[in-house]
């Protein structure tokens, strides 16, 4: 799809990649919907990008996400392109691991993104249809030690999207993932963290480290060809 004068709602829109992609929609022409916890940043960024629409919602709250569709629909009458982005990491073995965290985890990479989809299906069928792309990780791929709840949630969401693929095939919407390896962000500061990762084990399996940017490209490269799983490098196809 070309996203010129699209409606896209992108979660996580503060920072990071959802901050990259938001320019770069927006650059492209589309109307950009910017969607965190964090108003003032949002605001900040709106200011930079034509048509853009700034909805304050924890991603991580049922009703919020619910609310949050409704109110990008409101303004913009319609939305072509959901990018469920925002996202949590977790730092614990297994022994460690606190129930009460991975239930946030749980609650933001997956619950969300999952009612996100739910409210924008039956818009999107009205429609005749749209685009739904999840943000997963490559640690989904992989089994890295104290990451297991994290990879489980971006696994889970990963199957979830591959999953309504198949389902919404005759509605003519389409839903890709896309699997981030690591990338230059405020994401480590920002996970939940029970005890320190050992960084080392994992540098040796990952060659390099992209740029948001870089990463932003790969989400408009899922948007224009619908491919149902896009990895930010080849060497981590199975
Ligand atoms: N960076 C990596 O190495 C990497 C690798 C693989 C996958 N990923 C995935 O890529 C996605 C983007 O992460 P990033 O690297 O750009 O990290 P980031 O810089 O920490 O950005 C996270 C974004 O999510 C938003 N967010 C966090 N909690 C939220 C909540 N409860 N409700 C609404 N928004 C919330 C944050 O905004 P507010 O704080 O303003 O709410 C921020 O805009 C995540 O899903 C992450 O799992 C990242």
Known sequence: MD??????????????IGLALSKML??????????SRSQEK????????????VVVADMSKEDEVR????????????????????GVGYYASIEDTKIENLKKVFDLNVVGPLVAMQSVIPIMKK??????????SGTALMYIPNMSVYSSSKRALGGISLTANEELKNHNIKVSVVY?????????QNAIKEQHMNLSNR?????EVDSAEYVAEKVLY???????????????KR
């Open 222 to 236: 899922a948007i224009k060809t619908s491919e149902s799983e896009i990895f930010a490098h080849d060497y981590m």
């Open 42 to 53: 949002l605001n900040n960024i709106s200011k930079n990008l034509k048509n853009s629409f």
């Open 3 to 16: 996203v010129k004068d699209k409606i896209v709602i992108v979660t996580g829109a503060s920072s990071g």
């Open 203 to 207: 540098n040796s399996q990952i060659p």
């Open 127 to 136: 429609q005749g249809g749209g685009i739904i792309i999840n943000i997963s």
């Open 67 to 86: 609310q949050m569709v409704k109110k990008v629909f409101d303004h913009y009458g319609s939305i072509d392109i959901l990018v469920n982005n925002a």
């Open 180 to 188: 981030p390896t690591i990338t230059n962000t405020n994401f480590l």
């Open 26 to 35: 927006s650059e492209n022409g589309a109307k950009v919907a910017l969607v």
